[in-house]
């Protein structure tokens, strides 16, 4: 079983950048894929970004592609999500998500693992 916790939330303006990371214990973080998820008021959860657990391949959502990155750190049992030219709509809570796996899933119902996230308000 592997404990996620994230950091690095919080209010900025639009064009500024964030960035999240979580941190995970309990288990070997190298045998987990993780993704970023996030949910905005009233809205589902979506998916943000994923990586695999050897951080060799990646996924990114069309509505941040070219403006976050998703990267890992085995050794520091840590996932980053570097988050550029934020927007209003990236406002959200944001929240990462592992599954012991070689692949990333982009559903939610593919993780077991979740952290309870951090907050980002992006204003005008």
């Known amino acids: 079983q592997v404990r996620m916790v994230e950091s690095g939330g919080g209010l900025v303006q639009a064009g500024d950048s964030l960035r999240l990371s979580c941190a995970a214990s309990?288990?070997?973080?190298?045998?987990?894929?993780v993704a970023w998820f996030r949910q905005a008021p009233g809205k589902e959860r979506e998916i943000v970004a994923a990586?695999?657990?050897?951080?060799?391949?990646?996924y990114y959502a069309d509505s941040v592609k070219g403006r976050y990155t998703i990267s890992r750190d085995n050794a520091k049992n840590t996932v980053y999500l570097q988050m550029n030219s934020l927007k209003p709509d990236d406002t959200a809570l944001y929240h990462c998500a592992a599954r012991e796996s070689s692949f990333y899933s982009v559903f939610v119902h593919g993780y077991i693992y979740w952290g309870p996230g951090t907050e980002v308000t992006v204003s005008s």
């Open positions: 990586i695999v657990r050897s951080g060799d391949s990646t």
């Open positions: 309990g288990s070997t973080f190298s045998r987990y894929s």
